[in-house]
Structure formats: structure tokens, C-alpha cells
């Protein structure tokens, strides 16, 4: 297995420099509050937070091949560790638990690198938008209730959703007023200035300000609280104490632990990803994470996860590469040994509204919202991992997620799209019946197309299909496996079935334009013998020829089906290309390009490009609607461009009639349906602007008129 050191730095971009050194500050300064509260959370003192800011982030960086996402201390794997603490009756911040955390962390360090080994990082390739969506979602809402608290004067909660609102709750008899309106104007700050200046480092201008407003107007004898003090100096090196924990109990902490830091960060990596267009390697991030929770251990620290908050604050800086995380580790490293004492200075709340801020904007609510208005299937399954991370914790929450994802997808392929075929007179092509009341069966053939994988969970929907389309004069069914890739043993043995509840109707039957590798399946599945009854054939044609149905095939309905021009074939086939591109919302469409050439000629004055530059791309139905829609915004358009009105209404209704006349001439049975469409356009028209509709009634006359008068000139 390849690795590749450093592939976000090299080669390196000197513009993005700025960008990632202004990031990688903001970072390590957010980095304090996050990483000593939950070192804290996870039985440790709080400096050893700021420990795993320092050798963690840097190989992480090494390693990783996401030029954003950042490593360090977070609240899951803290979480974990905290309660595992609990379990084995160590105390958090005694000296037991300053030898088992280590311990903990290199067995978790050991299990990533049996998930690397493994190549586990394919397994995020099962898991669907929806479910990392409502996964991130959750996480960071979760987080950011437990921030809450510390927003009015309290201590950051933890577990899941019902444990924060108690501990919110809670938390009000210690409610602390210039704390909340502290943080809460440094949010408000925050997020308006994303909106109006989002590349301005709002978050360090307002930790100095914090920091400075600590030392000059005494914030704290307000009683508003600020980081506690830390000594300076570097973590100390050392093996961990493999005795301080029973092995057992080390080795199935760790694993849980070490399935959600992967869980929880591929999943988060690969959203952001997603997110900016650029892709990772799955299965070198493990190794990353490994590496990271190697070296945590070897200084004390607690297990080490990849950071949602903070990789939001670098996006939000625009960090671009790996360059951020190494800024960010090296200027901590240098707080440690010189500026600890300025972390006295910085108030809780400041900080917590930065976190805060950080999480909003990482959250990914407007996918919700894209979900319910096209997929409520999709919605429901990034509701289920939102409230399931956030209700049950991480690890079942990506558990319910990917049950609902996969269960989705075995109802998709459930119900495939499928449908019957026919063909437009004079073509040889098959298409949808329902895709145009031009499209013809073939007479006493059914056509069938299905565009799944066959197996036990949509055979079903095939032979009913099938069976409930059966007529008294149906001679062949034929399907078009053109869309089926394989099939399991459930599918051979109904298709089998069918196969010979139509042979006793005398019904032939038929599997065609399917790829060669299906044959070797079915074979093996048992349907051999239908290849060697010739009733597998490479395509439809081919099919009904063997029936000796032979073209020009007949239609149903005595449809004529005689051979067409070339020209002819060009004229059916653009028939309202614009409706089948845009279906029900044609109408709203044409209107809206209308809209945005008009913008468009407010620039140029081009006229010429507003009433030609579509049509060419239209066929005559599509045309007739546009300047239908052109005739509404008549007045409009002479207002801008400055033109005649009657020129321009005369050039529309001049080419109507070309429209008209080239329909009747080349869509003979087209004709009255579009006369019968005219009228209720022409109503349409009247109802919305009846002075246009007024002067196109006069020139149409007129050109009627002219028209009459030319014919009649050629008949003398």
C-alpha cells in the first residue's frame, strides 16, 4: 500500500500562504478552550488538551491527504474515554487515570492500524450523502449544545441530547448575565460579519478584544470566567504504563473507540470533500489517524479525532492546504513555551461563541431542506442519523444512518424504472409509450424494458408487470434486458417460470440487448435451456425477426409505418423538444430564459438575438409557445429596445404563420391539435394582456388579408 507524504503541500502554491498562516493562528487559538475542555472530559488535566494541539496535528498533516481537515482533541473519543474511566472506578484527574488514558490511546492507535491494514476506508463508499449530512449535522449540533452553558457562566455538558437539555436546565441556577450578553454579542458579531466581510479574521480580532478587555476593565471581577492558567512547557515523553489497565478491558475500550474516530472522521472528511470538489484516499486517512493517536499516546494524551469545528474555521478563513494544520501545531507549540500566560486572559464566553459560530456554519441543514423538496425518502434518511447522533451518540448514529441508506436502496432497486416500448412511424428506434402519444405498439408484441439488477426483491414487480399487461392477441413478449447487469438465483428460477406459464398460452418469449456476461450467468442459474431454445437473442430486431415480423413492423391501431425521409425523421424526432427536456415545467422555463434575455438585451439592444437566438433549438410546437410568451412581454421589449411596436408584433405573428405552415406541411396529423393549442393560447393571451392581444388580432387580419390578395394576384 503506497503512501504519500505531504501530497497537499507539494507542490505548494506560495499564494495560498497567507491564507493558510492566517488560518492555522485562528486554529491553534480556537483549538484552547475546545482541546482542555475535553481533555478534561476524558479524566485528564487541561493542559494536556493543548499536548494533543501539538505532535498529533503535525504527522496528521504528514499523512493526510485532505488539504483541509484538521486533527485534535474532540468530543466523541473524549466522551468514550471519560466513561470508560467511569467503568473501570479510576477518577478523572488522578494519577491512575493520567497512566490509563495513554494506554488507551495507543490501543486505539494499534486498532486503526488493523482498519488500515484491512483497507477498511472502502466502507465509506456505502454510506450516502443524506446519511453524512444528518451525521455532521448532528455531531455539530450536539457539540454546540454542549457549548451552550458555557455561554451564560456554566461548564460544557456532555452525553446525548436528553442529558444536554437536563443539563442546560440545570445550568440556570448558575446563570450569569454580562457572560450571556458577552457571548451572545460576540455570536451575533460573528455571524453577521461572515455575511457582510467573511474573509476578515473576526474570531482573533475578538479574542484580543477579550483578552484585552479582561486585563483593562477587570472582566473577571464582573464574575465573568476566563481560561484557567497553564505553565509553560512542552508534554514529556514516555511509554505507556501497559499495566494500569487491565488488557481485556483496554482492547475493547479502544476498539469502540477507534471505529468512531474512523466513522466519525471519514465521514466528516469525505462531506467536506464533497463539499469543495477535491477527493482523499480513505484508506490513507486511517493510516493518518493511526499515526496521530501513535505519537498522543507516547505524550500522555488522550485519543486524538478529526476536528468538525475547527475544520469549519479554516474553511472559513479559506485554508487550502495541510500548511494550516503544521501553523497551527508549531504555533502552539510556541504558546506552550512562551504566551501560556495569555491564555489566563481570554474569556469562556468570547471563546464559546466562536466554537459556535464555527459549528453553524459547518452544519448542513440546507441539504435537509433540498432533500424534502425532491426525496422525502433521502429527507427521512438524514433525519435519521441527525437524531440518531444526536439521541443515541456517533457511533449509532452512522449505524442507523447506514441501515436507512441501505435500506433505501434495496426499495429503489425494488421498484426500477421500467416500461413498455413501441415505435414512432417510420423510425426504427424503441421508446417509451409514455413518452409521446406518437410512439406506437408494436401489434400483438409486448416490449419490455428493465432497467435493474434482477433479484429476489423486484422480480416481483417484473412478472406482474408482464402478466397484467397480457392481451387475447398477444404473441411475444420480449424484454429488453438492454438495463439488467445481473440476476440472483430467486429471478432465474421466476423467470424460468414465466418463461413457461407463457409457452402454455403460445406465447413467445424473449430476453434481448442485454450485455454477454449475463448469458454465462444465466446459464449457471439454470436457464440454459432458454439460449438453447433460441429464445435469448442479441437484440429486439433480431427477436422479431426470428417471430418473422419484419419492417416496416405493424402498429397498433393500423398505424402507418411506412419508411420516412431523412428530413422527415429529423422533423419527428424534435417534436416540443423543450416539453420532454423540461415536462411540467416547460411553461415556467421558456418564461424564465425569456426573463433573463430580456436582461440581457437591456445590455446589448439586441433584438435580433431575443426573437432568433432560441428558435433553432426548438421544434415548431416549442417555437409557437415562445412567442406566445415573447407577445406577453410585448410592450417590454419595445420600451427597452425602443423599436416599433407594430414592426416587432408583426415579425411575431409573421413567424407564427411560417410555424403554422411548416407544421401542416410536415405534421399533417399534428395540424388541428395545433389549431385547437392556438385557440387556448390566444385565451391565454387575452386573459393576462388584452391590449396585445388586440393589436395581434389586427395584424394577424392583416397578414390573412395579404396573404389572400397575393394568392389571388398568382391565380390572375
Given at each position: 500500500m503506497k503512501v504519500s507524504l505531504c501530497k497537499t503541500i507539494r507542490p505548494y502554491e506560495w499564494k495560498n500562504l497567507p491564507k493558510d498562516l492566517l488560518a492555522g493562528l485562528v486554529i491553534m487559538a480556537v483549538s484552547i478552550p475546545i482541546s482542555m475542555g475535553y481533555a478534561q472530559i476524558a479524566g485528564l488535566p487541561a493542559v494536556y488538551g493543548l499536548y494533543g494541539s501539538v505532535f498529533p496535528i503535525l504527522l496528521f498533516a504528514l499523512f493526510s491527504t485532505s488539504p483541509q481537515f484538521i486533527f485534535g482533541v474532540d468530543a466523541a473519543p473524549a466522551a468514550l474515554v471519560g466513561s470508560a474511566l467511569v467503568s473501570l472506578g479510576i477518577e478523572g484527574g488522578s494519577r491512575e487515570a493520567l497512566a490509563a488514558v495513554p494506554v488507551l490511546t495507543f490501543f486505539v492507535a494499534v486498532w486503526l492500524l488493523v482498519f488500515y491494514l484491512c483497507r477498511a476506508g472502502k466502507l465509506v463508499n456505502y454510506i450516502s450523502a443524506p446519511v453524512m449530512g444528518g451525521f455532521i449535522s448532528g455531531i455539530c449540533t450536539?457539540?454546540?449544545?454542549?457549548?451552550?452553558?458555557?455561554?451564560?457562566?456554566?461548564?460544557?455538558?456532555?452525553?446525548?441530547?436528553?442529558?444536554?437539555?437536563?443539563?442546560?436546565?440545570?445550568?440556570?441556577?448558575?446563570?450569569?448575565?454580562?457572560?450571556?450578553?458577552?457571548?451572545?454579542?460576540?455570536?451575533?458579531?460573528?455571524?453577521?460579519?461572515?455575511?457582510?466581510?467573511?474573509?476578515f479574521p473576526m474570531a482573533v480580532l475578538l479574542m484580543a478584544l477579550g483578552a484585552?478587555?479582561?486585563?483593562?476593565?477587570?472582566?473577571?471581577?464582573?464574575?465573568?470566567?476566563?481560561?484557567?492558567?497553564?505553565?509553560?512547557?512542552?508534554?514529556?515523553?514516555?511509554?505507556?504504563?501497559?499495566?494500569?489497565?487491565?488488557?481485556?478491558?483496554?482492547?475493547?475500550?479502544?476498539?469502540?473507540?477507534?471505529?468512531?474516530?474512523?466513522?466519525?472522521?471519514?465521514?466528516?472528511?469525505?462531506?467536506?470533500?464533497?463539499?469543495?470538489?477535491?477527493?482523499?484516499?480513505?484508506?490513507?486517512?486511517?493510516?493518518?489517524?493511526?499515526?496521530?493517536?501513535?505519537?498522543?499516546?507516547?505524550?500522555?494524551?488522550?485519543?486524538?479525532?478529526?476536528?468538525?469545528?475547527?475544520?469549519?474555521?479554516?474553511?472559513q478563513y479559506q485554508a487550502k492546504t495541510q500548511l494550516t494544520g503544521i501553523v497551527a501545531g508549531l504555533s502552539m507549540i510556541v504558546l506552550l513555551l512562551c504566551g501560556t500566560g495569555f491564555i489566563g486572559y481570554l474569556p469562556i464566553p468570547v471563546l464559546t461563541a466562536i466554537v459556535i459560530s464555527a459549528l453553524l456554519g459547518a452544519t448542513e441543514f440546507d441539504l435537509a431542506v433540498r432533500l424534502w423538496k425532491v426525496s422525502r425518502t433521502e429527507y427521512l434518511i438524514f433525519t435519521g442519523a441527525f437524531f440518531g447522533v444526536l439521541m443515541l451518540g456517533t457511533i449509532n448514529g452512522v449505524l442507523i444512518g447506514i441501515i436507512l441508506s441501505f435500506s433505501e436502496m434495496i426499495i429503489r432497486t425494488s421498484k426500477p424504472s421500467r416500461g413498455f416500448l413501441g415505435i414512432q412511424p417510420g423510425h426504427r428506434h424503441f421508446r417509451d409509450l409514455k413518452e409521446s402519444d406518437q410512439i406506437h405498439a408494436i401489434e400483438g408484441v409486448l416490449i419490455y424494458r428493465f432497467s435493474s439488477n434482477l433479484f429476489f426483491a423486484n422480480i416481483q414487480v417484473l412478472q406482474s408487470d408482464i402478466e397484467d399487461n397480457l392481451r387475447e392477441d398477444t404473441k411475444a413478449v420480449i424484454l429488453d434486458a438492454s438495463g439488467i447487469g445481473s440476476m440472483d438465483i430467486t429471478a432465474a428460477d421466476r423467470l424460468k417460470l414465466l418463461y413457461e406459464s407463457l409457452k402454455e398460452k403460445n406465447i413467445r418469449f424473449y430476453i434481448t440487448e442485454h450485455i454477454a456476461g449475463l448469458n454465462e450467468q444465466m446459464r449457471q442459474l439454470g436457464?440454459?435451456?432458454?439460449?438453447?431454445?433460441?429464445?435469448?437473442?442479441?437484440?429486439?430486431?433480431?427477436?422479431?425477426?426470428?417471430?418473422?415480423?419484419?419492417?416496416?413492423?405493424?402498429?397498433?391501431?393500423?398505424?402507418?409505418?411506412?419508411?420516412?425521409?431523412?428530413?422527415?425523421?429529423?422533423?419527428?424526432?424534435?417534436?416540443?423538444?423543450?416539453?420532454?427536456?423540461?415536462?411540467?415545467?416547460?411553461?415556467?422555463?421558456?418564461?424564465?430564459?425569456?426573463?433573463?434575455?430580456?436582461?440581457?438585451?437591456?445590455?446589448?439592444?439586441?433584438?435580433?438575438?431575443?426573437?432568433?437566438?432560441?428558435?433553432?433549438?426548438?421544434?415548431d410546437l416549442d417555437q409557437d409557445e415562445w412567442l406566445e410568451h415573447l407577445e406577453e412581454h410585448l410592450k417590454e421589449i419595445v420600451n427597452i429596445s425602443g423599436k416599433d411596436e407594430k414592426t416587432l408584433a408583426i415579425r411575431l405573428e409573421k413567424h407564427r404563420q411560417e410555424v403554422h405552415d411548416r407544421i401542416a406541411r410536415e405534421h399533417p396529423e399534428l395540424a388541428e391539435r395545433f389549431r385547437e393549442r392556438r385557440h387556448l393560447l390566444d385565451e391565454h393571451l387575452k386573459e393576462k394582456r388584452p391590449e396585445v392581444y388586440e393589436l395581434v388580432i389586427q395584424l394577424r387580419k392583416k397578414i390573412s388579408d395579404e396573404q389572400r390578395e397575393k394568392e389571388e394576384q398568382q391565380l390572375h
Open positions: 450536539t457539540i454546540i449544545l454542549m457549548q451552550v452553558p458555557k455561554l451564560f457562566g456554566g461548564k460544557a455538558g456532555v452525553g446525548e441530547l436528553p442529558e444536554l437539555l437536563e443539563h442546560i436546565w440545570e445550568s440556570r441556577t448558575v446563570f450569569h448575565l454580562p457572560s450571556l450578553l458577552l457571548g451572545v454579542g460576540a455570536l451575533v458579531i460573528l455571524l453577521v460579519s461572515k455575511k457582510i466581510i467573511p474573509k484585552i478587555g479582561t486585563v483593562v476593565f477587570q472582566l473577571e471581577d464582573l464574575g465573568i470566567q476566563t481560561l484557567a492558567a497553564v505553565k509553560p512547557g512542552l508534554p514529556a515523553w514516555s511509554i505507556p504504563d501497559f499495566g494500569s489497565v487491565p488488557l481485556k478491558e483496554a482492547v475493547t475500550v479502544s476498539l469502540s473507540v477507534a471505529v468512531v474516530i474512523m466513522a466519525e472522521t471519514l465521514l466528516a472528511e469525505n462531506s467536506f470533500a464533497q463539499k469543495n470538489r477535491y477527493r482523499i484516499n480513505d484508506n490513507q486517512e486511517i493510516l493518518a489517524f493511526a499515526m496521530g493517536n501513535l505519537i498522543a499516546s507516547f505524550t500522555g494524551c488522550c485519543p486524538i479525532n478529526g476536528s468538525v469545528s475547527r475544520t469549519a474555521m479554516g474553511e436457464l440454459g435451456c432458454l439460449i438453447q431454445e433460441g429464445c435469448v437473442r442479441r437484440t429486439t430486431h433480431i427477436a422479431l425477426k426470428d417471430m418473422g415480423i419484419t419492417r416496416p413492423y405493424p402498429l397498433e391501431g393500423g398505424v402507418d409505418n411506412e419508411q420516412r425521409s431523412a428530413s422527415r425523421k429529423r422533423a419527428d424526432n424534435r417534436v416540443q423538444e423543450f416539453v420532454w427536456a423540461f415536462g411540467s415545467q416547460a411553461e415556467e422555463e421558456i418564461e424564465r430564459q425569456i426573463r433573463c434575455q430580456i436582461e440581457q438585451l437591456k445590455k446589448t439592444g439586441d433584438v435580433e438575438y431575443l426573437l432568433h437566438g432560441r428558435w433553432s433549438h426548438m421544434e
